[in-house]
T-cell receptor
Framework: SQQGEEDPQALSIQEGENATMNCSYK?????LQWYRQNSGRGLVHLIL?????REKHSGRLRVTLDTSKKSSSLLITASRAADTASYFC??????????????FGSGTRLLVRP | KAGVTQTPRYLIKTRGQQVTLSCSPI?????VSWYQQTPGQGLQFLFE???????NKGNFPGRFSGRQFSNSRSEMNVSTLELGDSALYLC????????????FGQGTRLTVV
């Protein structure tokens, strides 16, 4: 089962509007990553935010992290039709053996209408 | 530099058969992880390899196995295929694993009939 939940499950907006997606997780983390997936293809890495960071920007993307609430948000500003995709958050909990295991949220399906 | 390469992209197999999927990570990356994506279960961790050693394994039956070669390329094998194994299998490459970014390939779409 997945650790994270994303909200909303689906989002439909007009081109040019902003899109906000939220992610919640359950255990302590090293960092949180956001990915985009187009039509069941591979995951495209968008941004990584470390547990000691509160906000990070990359182009039209803004990610916030609140470790006290175990939540993160992804804001896409001035959305374009090409942003239509599913968006996932993924966390990697700290572990003694340094092994790498990402726990994914359930994803938000974003539709940007032209 | 080249991204993560997964082969084949699509595969159709019959129940009971076995299948081997391949993943070539980004040059210099030593951690390779595998994930299964299905509509019902979402993205689930299968296993992670680092320098030819399996460091972690997800909650999948023993029919799912993998290995990593000295050049960091990885393969996963599924034996005695079941209909429920139909999924998109994704490989992730990371420089060192924990704490670093993970980059994914395009995936292998496996259909079991």
């Amino acid at each position: 089962s997945q650790q994270g939940e994303e909200d909303p499950q689906a989002l439909s907006i007009q081109e040019g509007e902003n899109a906000t997606m939220n992610c919640s997780y359950k255990t302590s983390i090293n960092n949180l990553q956001w990915y985009r997936q187009n039509s069941g293809r591979g995951l495209v890495h968008l941004i990584l935010i470390r547990s000691n960071e509160r906000e990070k920007h990359s182009g039209r993307l803004r990610v916030t992290l609140d470790t006290s609430k175990k939540s993160s948000s992804l804001l896409i500003t001035a959305s374009r039709a090409a942003d239509t995709a599913s968006y996932f958050c993924a966390t990697d909990g700290s572990r003694m053996d340094s092994s790498y295991k990402l726990i994914f949220g359930s994803g938000t399906r974003l539709l940007v209408r032209p | 530099k080249a991204g993560v390469t997964q082969t084949p992209r699509y595969l159709i197999k019959t129940r009971g058969q076995q299948v081997t999927l391949s993943c070539s990570p980004i040059s210099g990356h030593r951690s390779v992880s595998w994930y299964q994506q299905t509509p019902g279960q979402g993205l689930q961790f299968l296993f992670e390899y680092f320098s030819e050693t399996q460091r972690n394994k997800g909650n999948f039956p023993g029919r799912f196995s993998g290995r990593q070669f000295s050049n960091s390329r990885s393969e996963m094998n599924v034996s005695t295929l079941e209909l429920g194994d139909s999924a998109l299998y994704l490989c992730a490459s990371s420089l060192r694993g924990l704490g670093a970014e993970a980059f994914f390939g395009q995936g292998t779409r496996l259909t079991v009939v």
